[in-house]
């Protein structure tokens, strides 16, 4: 987000960064939680800034349609780690916390929500709601992603930009080879992604650590009501604020980062299949057999992809 306000502005990187850490902070501190997530809900309008590019540059719609039915395999070390990577950025480990944490948030500001563990007849409803609200969002997710690769193919790769060290090259060649209005586009929702992400990934690690330790979280409570909690949050931005001072690329630590999103996903959504099926744990509300097989399934594929990664390596080193 700094390198891209720094092209648009014309003022040093670091100052955006810095400045967009603490506003990040403030805002997470001193908004109300409903006024935050209506934030949030409106901020993932800007992911459409994405879409949009696509069917501003020239696609060949054709071609795109045949790569996307017949795809092109390999079994080389590169192409599996960037199977796992973009397996590692849609079933991220964050999203089991951060997606279980809103539920939880928004029951307590709702008053009439139900407690389904005490009214479970309440179950078939709210699992309804969970339901269409992780298929929308996964397919949206999903979209994006997909159009993100589109638009990055008919333009950076046409022109043979297969290598990008900052999110400033990303765009100065898109701007070349795009226009101006693509470029501003790919601003945009650079800008717009890192405002949504930034929260979710430093709440998520604040969620995590709070529960393991047994703090106190939520955002529904006051930072003087959860001070270790916040406390994380702020800590969290800070490292990430702070990362942009070392000599770290940030495309590379973006790549790595979803490829360990990826390894340590699997042993996650397996504890997480594990607690969802046992009785103790979910009392009438065991997950069907029909999202079980789903679940299972998914892990499955996690840690074939790593494994398949792992003997790849091994035969090409």
């Known amino acids: 987000m700094g390198a891209v306000?720094?092209?648009?502005?014309?003022a040093p990187a670091l100052l955006f960064v810095c400045l967009l850490g603490?506003?990040?902070?403030?805002?997470?501190?001193?908004?109300?939680?409903?006024?935050?997530l209506r934030f949030l809900r409106w901020l993932s309008l800007s992911l459409l800034s994405y879409v949009a590019c696509a069917f501003v540059v020239e696609v060949p719609w054709r071609q795109?349609?045949?790569?996307?039915?017949?795809?092109?395999?390999s079994t080389s070390p590169q192409y599996l780690l960037a199977v796992l990577a973009a397996l590692g950025t849609t079933l991220s480990p964050y999203l089991l916390f951060w997606q279980a944490q809103l539920e939880v948030e928004d029951g307590a500001h709702q008053e009439r929500a139900p407690r389904l563990l005490e009214a479970p007849?309440?179950?078939?409803?709210?699992?309804?709601?969970?339901?269409?609200?992780?298929?929308v969002g996964m397919g949206l997710s999903g979209m994006v992603a997909l159009f993100i690769v589109i638009t990055t193919a008919s333009t950076l790769h046409?022109?043979?930009v297969v290598t990008i060290q900052t999110a400033v090259e990303a765009a100065e060649a898109l701007r070349a080879v795009g226009g101006r209005f693509t470029f501003v586009l790919f601003a945009l929702g650079i800008i717009g992604s890192g405002l949504l992400t930034l929260p979710a990934l430093s709440n998520s690690a604040a969620y995590a650590v709070g529960e393991l330790l047994s703090w106190r979280v939520g955002r529904r409570r006051p930072p003087g009501g959860a001070r270790a909690f916040y406390a994380a949050i702020a800590l969290a931005t800070m490292l990430a604020v702070a990362l942009n001072f070392a000599s770290i690329n940030p495309m590379r630590a973006l790549y790595w980062s979803a490829v360990l999103n990826g390894v340590i996903a699997v042993p996650l959504m397996a504890a997480v299949m594990s607690l969802a099926t046992q009785a103790r744990v979910m009392g009438p509300l065991r997950l069907p057999a029909g999202l079980r097989a789903l679940g299972w399934a998914a892990t499955a594929t996690m840690a074939a992809s790593v494994a398949c990664l792992a003997a790849s390596w091994l035969v090409f080193s």
């Open 5 to 10: 306000l720094r092209l648009l502005l014309a």
């Open 22 to 36: 603490a506003v990040t902070v403030a805002f997470e501190m001193l908004t109300h939680y409903a006024r935050y």
């Open 121 to 135: 007849e309440h179950a078939a409803r709210e699992f309804a709601r969970i339901r269409l609200d992780t298929l």
């Open 158 to 160: 046409a022109h043979g």
């Open 64 to 73: 795109f349609a045949r790569a996307l039915l017949l795809p092109t395999l």
